[in-house]
Each structure stands twice: as structure tokens, then as C-alpha cells.
């Protein structure tokens, strides 16, 4: 049998010490009704050093020190659970391999990221994807926006804003998207807020969270008229106030006929994974790239975002920053690898499943309410009808 190299295990063993000193903050408190404060935080840093205990209390001591300000309520750090200690220990074992010899490194990050990679595609049905990992969920469009301007602009390496100044960007984005992102996006790229479109939602026919494909398609032809460039639409498969899902297909017939990208994000893309989809979200399977945030999906802590994309010029991609040619990079990806082999294929489905089961329980119940409001609502009405005409 092989045995554990005795550093792996060691720095394993010292991750569990470490939460359960900081789980265990809750029944030392009971014990002891001493409360920390600011005086309690070490001014100067000591000379001769301390151990890991006392600087473990110290971090401790930061992070219940002022609960009595906040509620008489004691606060109880969150149980991440094993899954979460596997995430947790990538960021540690991250650290340990980029000491390795070039080589050695090379090797172990390149299987590392094939390995992940591979298995989030067949995860989600997402063929021939390539995949960045990144911490800021709106980076991984970031780049694909940079990646797509790259693309589209033949002399932007070389003539940088000059060539976006004579046939300016434009990127289209729901009414529904999410608060902020038009605007980040420009900071970020370095755009006017006029290169941001925002597509107005369906009012009269349909659901008011999804986009209105029609009005889209003549937004699109009088940019494209105006000497502008359609570059890239934000789709959503799950909207932040609602959780609809945009017409997927018929938005990538447009973006086709325009030969404009089409990124979806949204927490319905989690259901890829299951084994019935609905139509719908299956359709985000062809968009040309899709956000996944399998931390909030899966209730892992500290693991990145992922953003699938599909693109055939390497060099491009490292010219947008989805790729790296240095290897520490590809260690981001490390804290998904433990965790998805810990849970394994039935334990993912199974977490996904059984969200699905609880948000549609949750519309039941809501709708349940909405109908006993509406009952109560109609009944008041008639009363005041009827004691206006004196009844």
C-alpha cells in the first residue's frame, strides 16, 4: 500500500487543527466569559516570534472580538464540513507544489487543470471547452470581452484604442442582468458607457425578465448601421430578481447572423448536470462561453469560478489572460480538483438535485401565498364596493 508523503499528511493534519481551534471558538466562550477586545490585538511586531497556538487565538480573537456589539446572540462560525476542508486544504497544498522544480510543476499543474477542465465539460455538456478559473465571478466575462475584442479588431494589439475609436464596441446586456456589471465591465475594458446596451425585457407578451428578442434584433441593426460593432451579448439562464431564463436558442440564431459572442451566466446552468434538463437552459450547451460559480452551487468555500468558453487561437486567449504560460496559475483550478473528486459524480448531481427539489418547493409555497393574498385582496375589494353603493 502506499503511504502518504509525511508532508502532505502533516500539512493535512495541521488544516484540521487549525479549523477545530477556530470551530471550537463557541464552547471555550461558554467556559470562559472573558470577551476580547481591540486591547487584546498585539500592537508591534514581537521580536522573538510566537508559535502557531497563540497566533491561531489571535486570529480567534479578530474574528469574535466585538460580537458583543453586534447582537446578544454568540456567533458560530460556519461548518464547512469535509467537502469544505478538502476545498480549503487546495489553497495549502497550492502553496507547497509551486516550491517544486520547474518540471515537476509543469507536469503535476498541466494535470491538474486538464483533469478538472475535462470533467466540468462533461459535468455541464459543455464540448471541446477550454476553461479559466477565477476568483471574481465577473472576471472569467472580462476576459471573454477582451478575448472577443482581440478577435474582432485584427490591429487592437498593435493599435490598442485607436481601432475602437473608428468603429466603436458595442455590448448588449438584459435589463435583468445583474446590478453593476454593464458599468464594470467599461471600467474594466476601458470603455465609454455608451458601449454598453441595455436590452429592455418583454412587457406585453411573455415573461418580464427575459429579453426581448425583436427589439434586440433592431438594436443590433442600428448599431451595425451606425457604423458600430456588435461584439458580444450577456444572456441569462437564471435572472438575479427571478430566475428566468433568457430565449437561449433564438439568441444564438442572432448572434450567429451578426457574428456577434454569445456568454450565458445564471444559477440554472447548475441544472446541466442533472439528468433531465429542460430545453431551455440545454440551449446554453452551443453559446460560445458560460459562467459556472460551483462554490455557491455546491457549498464549497474558497473555490473559484469557472468560465467555459470555446475558441480555436491559443494566442489570442493568452492575449485576453485566459490562458498562462506560468504554471502557479494553473494551481487555481487545484481547490475544484480535491473537491470534485471528494464528492464524485453522484454526490455533485445529488447537491444540485436536491437545491432544484428545495427552490421548487419554495415557488409552491410562494405561489401558495400569492394566491391567498390575491383571495383576500379580491374579497376586500368587494367589501369596499359594496359599502360604497351602501350595501
Not at 461558554?30 to 508591534?44: A, H, S, V
Not at 487561437?313 to 492575449?319: C, F, K, N, Q, W
Amino acid at each position: 500500500v502506499d503511504m502518504v508523503d509525511p508532508t502532505l499528511a502533516e500539512m493535512g493534519k495541521n488544516l484540521n487543527e487549525a479549523m477545530k481551534m477556530l470551530e471550537d471558538n463557541q464552547r471555550k466562550e461558554e467556559e470562559n466569559e472573558k470577551r476580547y477586545t481591540r486591547k487584546d490585538i498585539p500592537g508591534p511586531l514581537q521580536g522573538s516570534g510566537q508559535d502557531m497556538v497563540s497566533i491561531l487565538q489571535l486570529v480567534q480573537n479578530l474574528m469574535h472580538g466585538e460580537e458583543e456589539e453586534e447582537s446578544s446572540q454568540s456567533y458560530r462560525l460556519q461548518n464547512v464540513g469535509e467537502q469544505g476542508h478538502m476545498a480549503l486544504l487546495g489553497h495549502s497544498l497550492a502553496a507547497y507544489i509551486s516550491v517544486l522544480d520547474r518540471e515537476r510543476l509543469r507536469k503535476l499543474t498541466t494535470r491538474i487543470l486538464s483533469d478538472t477542465t475535462l470533467w466540468l465539460c462533461r459535468l455541464f455538456r459543455y464540448e471541446n471547452g477550454s476553461a479559466y478559473y477565477h476568483e471574481d465571478d465577473r472576471e472569467g466575462l472580462l476576459k471573454i470581452c477582451r478575448l472577443v475584442i482581440h478577435t474582432r479588431y485584427e490591429d487592437y494589439t498593435v493599435e490598442g484604442f485607436n481601432v475602437l475609436y473608428t468603429k466603436q464596441p458595442v455590448i448588449y446586456i438584459s435589463s435583468a442582468a445583474r446590478m453593476g456589471l454593464g458599468q464594470a465591465l467599461c471600467n474594466q475594458l476601458g470603455l465609454p458607457l455608451s458601449c454598453m446596451c441595455r436590452v429592455p425585457c418583454n412587457t406585453m407578451f411573455g415573461s418580464q425578465h427575459q429579453m426581448d428578442v425583436a427589439l434586440l434584433d433592431r438594436l443590433i441593426k442600428d448599431d451595425a448601421e451606425s457604423g458600430k460593432m456588435p461584439l458580444l451579448l450577456v444572456a441569462n439562464a437564471g435572472t438575479p430578481g427571478a430566475g428566468h431564463t433568457d430565449k437561449l436558442g433564438r439568441l444564438k440564431e442572432l448572434c450567429e447572423q451578426y457574428n456577434m459572442w454569445l456568454h450565458v451566466e445564471g444559477v440554472n446552468l447548475a441544472t446541466l448536470a442533472l439528468g433531465y434538463v429542460s430545453s431551455s437552459v440545454l440551449a446554453a450547451t452551443k453559446c460560445d462561453s458560460m459562467t459556472l460559480t460551483l462554490g455557491s452551487w455546491l457549498g464549497l468555500p474558497a473555490v473559484p469560478a469557472v468560465t467555459l468558453y470555446r475558441h480555436e487561437d491559443p494566442s489570442l486567449s493568452l492575449a485576453a489572460g485566459l490562458t498562462s504560460s506560468q504554471p502557479v496559475e494553473k494551481l487555481r483550478a487545484l481547490p475544484l480538483w480535491l473537491s470534485l473528486q471528494y464528492l464524485g459524480h453522484d454526490g455533485i448531481v445529488e447537491r444540485i438535485k436536491h437545491a432544484s427539489q428545495l427552490s421548487q418547493r419554495l415557488l409552491e409555497n410562494l405561489k401558495n401565498l400569492d394566491f391567498i393574498k390575491t383571495s383576500v385582496q379580491f374579497a376586500f375589494n368587494t367589501l369596499i364596493v359594496q359599502l360604497s353603493l351602501g350595501y
